[in-house]
Nanobody, 116 residues
């Protein structure tokens, strides 16, 4: 599956952004989806995930209560609503898809910069 992420940008601390990830697959509903991020000089880290049905969502502790992952199967798109953004959220955000244990399809990344 091909993934196209968008929605990044520059925002002040406390602001909001919504990231989108459009998938090419007609079988989008068969994929679990995730968002990851990588800050300069750091390893890529998990941010959030959602099951194929949308019934189970997981978040890293530092974004719980601020970020919300969702999916729209009709549009083959997964979203990441990010509220109350902090400078430490600055990173390149990637969406990913998996049908088994590991994520094996990745989008190109979208830059999120939060100024203090």
């Amino acid at each position: 599956v091909q993934l196209q992420a968008s929605g990044g940008g520059l925002v002040q601390a406390g602001g909001s952004l919504r990231l989108s990830c459009a998938a090419s697959a007609r079988t989008f509903s068969a994929y679990a989806m995730g968002w990851f991020r990588q800050a300069p000089g750091k390893e890529r880290e998990f941010v959030a995930s959602i099951t194929w049905s949308g019934g189970i969502k997981n978040y890293r502790d530092s974004v719980k209560g601020r970020f919300t992952i969702s999916r729209d199967s009709a549009k083959s798109t997964v979203y990441l609503q990010m509220n109350s953004l902090k400078p430490e959220d600055t990173a390149v955000y990637y969406c990913a898809a998996r049908r088994s244990v590991e994520y094996d399809s990745w989008g190109q990344g979208t830059q999120v910069t939060v100024s203090s």
